[in-house]
């Protein structure tokens, strides 16, 4: 026998790494086989890497609703658009008892059904200073080739175009 496909696709980042104390975006994208209903849900949860319960952290139907208790109060915003299928939320100061599993569920009657989005969160205390000295090189060094590369450009042109006013002017004196 032939199983249905899920109607309701839900689509997160496998794993984030994010530094602690800063904010970052839980991208959480949905597709579905129905049109968007006004009755569309979206719940977020949290389990910690000690895989206690889980933990509420945002709620949208119809409106975003922030929770009144608990970790994320007062630390999660929305940051979705569910005309885009969009349901993604931010997460401001981070700290490492964020680290764990987000899980992003989305309904979309009669579309209850489908895949649950999860993303692993790893909260570090700070990026190495090499992978900033990296970066920063690289970034360096690709705007020091492009300016190069435009002078070197500019620099024949003007060269050829001069090259090519000098011979119509002997070209002028011969005639």
Not at 11 to 30: I, M, P, Q, W, Y
Not at 122 to 140: C, D, N, T, W, Y
Request: aromatic residues 8%; proline residues 5%.
């Amino acid at each position: 026998a032939l199983w249905p496909a899920a109607a309701m696709e839900v689509h997160t980042s496998k794993e984030v790494d994010a530094v602690n104390g800063t904010n970052l975006r839980l991208k959480c994208t949905f597709s579905s086989n129905s049109p968007v209903s006004q009755h569309l849900s979206v719940t977020w949860n949290f389990q910690p890497e000690d895989q206690s319960s889980h933990e509420p952290v945002f709620y949208y139907f119809k409106e975003p609703y922030k929770l009144p208790t608990g970790r994320f109060k007062d630390r999660v915003t929305w940051d979705g658009n569910i005309e885009r299928n969009d349901v993604s939320i931010v997460i401001w100061n981070l700290q490492p008892t964020d680290n764990g599993t987000f899980t992003c569920q989305v309904k979309n009657p009669p579309d209850v059904g489908g895949t649950i989005g999860e993303v692993r969160l790893r909260v570090v205390q700070k990026v190495h200073f090499s992978e900033i000295h990296f970066l920063a090189v690289a970034i360096g060094s690709a705007c020091v080739l492009m300016i190069i590369v435009v002078i070197v450009v500019i620099t024949c042109r003007h060269h050829r175009k001069k090259a090519q006013e000098k011979r119509i002017e002997v070209a002028d004196t011969e005639l």
